[in-house]
């Protein structure tokens, strides 16, 4: 029988080039919810998979606004993105039918703000989408807000803070 996972000879070695799963690095962070929605808008036939938690962040012009991007990011792939997925707060009041059927059809929602201005939590309430949970990052991380755009710090524990969010959410509610 082949050794499928061998280099081809029968021994069990796997050569340096051959990838060691079948999805690829960049398959596995592959932010998949946001695609299938959008089939699924347009009537298209898609492999039903179970909703993950939808992220939305405020992406802030100031170094809290952009962390809850970054951190976002960052979040997600270490989640995963079956437990979380990135939707952008901008095409909501944008109109846009297959984000606003991700956040309707997600298995929750976490809307990471920078500050209390707590633009993606309003932004979200103003079309009807509750949010599960709000991170206010200067608030709930006691990080201080100022304007230097490239001062985003402290992107781990801000992280680590929504993947917690995350499983909370996704632990909370039952799996259609
Ligand atoms: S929540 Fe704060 S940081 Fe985010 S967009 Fe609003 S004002 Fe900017």
């Given at each position: 029988?082949?050794?499928?996972t061998g280099?081809?000879?029968?021994?069990?070695?796997?050569?340096e080039?051959?990838?060691?799963?079948?999805?690829s690095?960049?398959?596995?962070?592959?932010?998949?919810?946001?695609?299938?929605?959008?089939?699924?808008t347009?009537g298209?036939?898609?492999?039903e998979k179970?909703?993950?938690v939808?992220?939305?962040?405020?992406a802030?012009a100031?170094?809290v606004?952009?962390?809850?991007?970054?951190?976002?990011v960052q979040?997600?792939?270490?989640?995963?993105?079956?437990?979380?997925?990135?939707?952008?707060l901008?095409?909501?009041?944008?109109?846009l039918?297959?984000?606003?059927?991700?956040?309707k059809n997600?298995r929750?929602?976490?809307?990471v703000?920078?500050?209390?201005?707590?633009c993606?939590?309003?932004t979200?309430r103003?079309?009807?989408?509750?949010p599960?949970?709000?991170i206010i990052?200067?608030?709930d991380l006691?990080?201080?807000?100022?304007?230097?755009?490239?001062?985003?710090?402290?992107?781990?524990k801000i992280s680590?803070?929504i993947?917690?969010?995350v499983n909370?959410?996704?632990n909370s509610?039952?799996?259609e």
């Amino acid at each position: 029988m082949e050794n499928k996972t061998g280099c081809g000879c029968g021994c069990s070695t796997v050569p340096e080039t051959e990838p060691v799963n079948a999805q690829s690095k960049e398959q596995l962070k592959e932010n998949w919810y946001l695609p299938y929605m959008n089939k699924k808008t347009q009537g298209e036939a898609v492999e039903e998979k179970p909703s993950p938690v939808a992220v939305f962040y405020c992406a802030g012009a100031s170094n809290v606004g952009q962390a809850s991007m970054l951190a976002s990011v960052q979040a997600a792939n270490k989640a995963g993105y079956d437990k979380a997925a990135l939707l952008c707060l901008a095409s909501i009041p944008a109109g846009l039918k297959n984000i606003y059927n991700g956040a309707k059809n997600a298995r929750g929602i976490v809307a990471v703000d920078g500050c209390p201005m707590q633009c993606s939590m309003k932004t979200l309430r103003k079309y009807e989408l509750e949010p599960d949970k709000n991170i206010i990052i200067t608030k709930d991380l006691s990080i201080k807000k100022d304007f230097d755009l490239n001062a985003a710090q402290d992107l781990n524990k801000i992280s680590d803070h929504i993947v917690q969010a995350v499983n909370k959410v996704y632990n909370s509610v039952p799996a259609e």
